[in-house]
């Protein structure tokens, strides 16, 4: 969500701190600062907005120094402004957050009673000014911000800087993510490795109630007891590249194009050439399990939902898909045999993370599918399945969601292969069909140009309907999402069968209504419903393949052609037209495709 960047180090600091924040818009914020230490003295600037906002500040009212921290915001406690935005300061300290302090009010209560003044709306100023208490009453700056941190209730990721303090930066975790960079004779705090990629590939990232008393001599890192602890620094490998737009309008419209790509590296990884057999990372046997519990969180919910299908159908394995968000406080029981498995492109989703907890010492194996390997998700997992997605900037999931999908489709595939529904020759189809989508799915980028067409006409509409049935009927609830999510429209889905149970009152010649609908066991049914819907003068958007174009007639507003596939494979190939519908939709629209308003990338708090 928020973006977190401190910098101990050799060179200016402020303009390496606003480079860092660059590199973490994609988590989506509405404000921005820096604050400084030089010669002593405690300064800070702060923009709402854009960080070009910020950068133009910086112009007219500079900031020297060689130690600083920055932070961007996405407001939780008040609104956004100036006054609001991070860092806030209290006396020596300024403090930069992620998170959010649940037990705020009582600690504004008894700082309050002390005469400490409160200048802001936020949760987090009562951390500066608790710390800066502590310091008037004598500790020195570690013993300040560690006693404060004792009386912190609710998750965060914090990092503060002091008054006199140039060789300082104070950094803890719980429950949000925060990592600490090695350089030569420099040290790096950032949200993630994407925003200290430029400077650094050494990397230690905090554990669960980890802080760390960061100098340019190194980090000292003490568990939640106090205690001393050795965090192992890791070589990270981010190509620099790999988050910049390479010549497209939007980072949206670069990770649609890359999807053929990464998922060639997925299928690599999991589907190797010299074998038709699901190779995973670490060892699990589905002919034991009796039940397979899914949680996710928006996009990676659906690719959950979608891979029940495969589970279901191919592996014989019952299946509940649940939201992280509702399982958590449903508290559901898990029944013996049951293997969990845990869906997030960050690994960092706060409800997807407690839901994770909830099932540890329940479930007999923990199981996650992640983008992040080093993320607390699948640190926390018995066993995580990176998707090879890479660094995903666009805040509507793209490749993340189509890599997702294919490597639960392995694992279904696995698992029935494990439960003995699956024959040697069917998984030598399937695994043919798999290495074949990347040319499949440049084939459907393709029809770029017709999609783009088709959302200019959907641009004008107020509401959008998407149907499908089967396995479109999660992609149904995907594409509506994603056009809601960055051209403001209004959509629904229902699976096609549900037409006649009440959205069918909605139907009019202005309503799109998007209907996916390959030529597979269930087309008849889904041209059926299609028909219900021309006969209300509904303007029918199908996606379908040649035959199924053809056998629909020539009734329809507009058709979308994809190439065949193994039915199966359907969802992969017909996330990339729902992606481009919205993608072209929101550019119509003049939109902010890729920080689409009151939204964040990674939410890291509920």
């Known amino acids: 969500m928020c973006g977190i960047v401190g910098v101990l180090g050799n060179h200016e600091a402020a303009p390496i701190l606003v480079e860092a924040l660059k590199r973490l818009e994609y988590r989506g914020y509405d404000s921005a600062g820096i604050a400084t230490v030089n010669n002593g003295a405690l300064r800070r600037r702060r923009a709402v907005g854009k960080l070009v906002n910020l950068s133009d500040l910086l112009v007219h009212e500079p900031l020297a120094g060689k130690a600083g921290i920055g932070h961007t915001r996405w407001a939780t406690h008040g609104a956004p402004s100036v006054s609001n935005a991070h860092p806030h300061r209290a006396g020596a300290v300024a403090v930069v957050h992620n998170g959010i302090i649940e037990n705020y009010k009582d600690l504004r209560a008894e700082l309050l009673n002390c005469g400490m003044e409160f200048r802001t709306e936020t949760d987090t100023e009562t951390v500066a000014l608790m710390t800066e208490r502590y310091l008037q009453e004598g500790l020195s700056p570690a013993e300040a911000a560690f006693k404060t941190l004792d009386q912190l209730e609710g998750a965060f990721a914090l990092a503060f800087l002091l008054e006199g303090e140039e060789d300082l930066i104070i950094a803890a975790r719980k429950g949000s993510p925060l990592a600490i960079g090695h350089g030569n004779g420099e040290m790096f705090v950032g949200s993630d490795a994407i925003a200290l990629a430029p400077f650094t590939d050494q990397i230690t990232y905090l554990e669960e109630g980890d802080r760390a008393i960061v100098t340019r001599a ?177 805040v509507a999931s793209t490749k993340a969601f189509t890599c997702q999908l294919t490597v639960l489709l392995a694992l279904a595939l696995k698992a029935a292969c494990d439960r003995g529904h699956l024959s040697a020759e069917e998984m030598a189809d399937y695994a043919t069909a798999i290495r074949g989508l990347p040319n499949v799915l440049s084939s459907a980028l393709e029809q770029n140009e017709a999609i783009r067409q088709a959302a200019q006409k959907v641009s004008e509409a107020r509401d959008v309907l998407f149907l499908g049935r089967g396995l479109m009927f999660p992609l149904a609830l995907e594409g509506a999402l994603k056009l809601k999510e960055i051209s403001y429209i209004h959509a629904e889905a229902y699976a096609s069968g549900e037409l006649k149970h009440g959205p069918i009152a909605l139907i009019d010649k202005h309503m799109p209504v998007v209907v996916l609908s390959p030529k597979d066991t269930l087309f008849d049914k889904s041209v059926s419903n299609m028909q219900e819907v021309l006969a209300r003068k509904g303007k029918v958007l199908m996606i379908s393949d040649q035959d199924g174009i053809d056998e629909a007639g020539e009734d329809v507003w507009c058709a979308i052609r994809m190439p065949r596939i193994k039915e199966a494979l359907t969802p992969i190939l017909y996330a990339i037209p729902a992606q481009l519908l919205a993608y072209h939709t929101a550019v119509a629209k003049g939109t902010d495709v890729d920080q689409p308003r009151n939204l964040a990338k990674s939410v890291t708090v509920e």
């Open 218 to 394: 190194g980090a000292e890192i003490r568990g939640a007891n106090g205690e001393l602890v050795n965090r192992a620094t890791k070589t990270i490998q981010i190509d620099a590249t790999q988050v910049d737009k390479a010549g497209h309008k939007h980072f949206m419209a670069k990770e649609i194009a890359e999807q053929p790509h990464v998922i060639a590296e997925a299928i690599r990884h999991y589907l190797p050439v010299e074998e038709d057999a699901v190779r995973l990372p670490g060892d699990v046997d589905f002919s034991q399990v009796e039940r397979l519990t899914m949680v996710a969180c928006g996009t990676a919910y659906y690719a959950c939902v979608t891979a029940k299908y495969w589970f279901e159908q191919i592996a014989r394995l019952p299946v509940e898909v649940d939201i992280a968000s509702e399982f958590r406080y449903r508290e559901p029981p898990i029944p013996g045999k049951t293997l969990a498995l845990f869906v997030s492109q960050s690994g960092e989703t706060a409800d997807t993370l407690a839901a994770l907890r909830y099932c540890q010492e329940k479930a007999d194996k923990i199981l996650s599918v992640v983008n992040v390997p080093e993320s607390s998700i699948a640190r926390e997992s018995d066993l995580a399945l990176p998707i090879y997605a890479g660094p995903e900037i666009g």
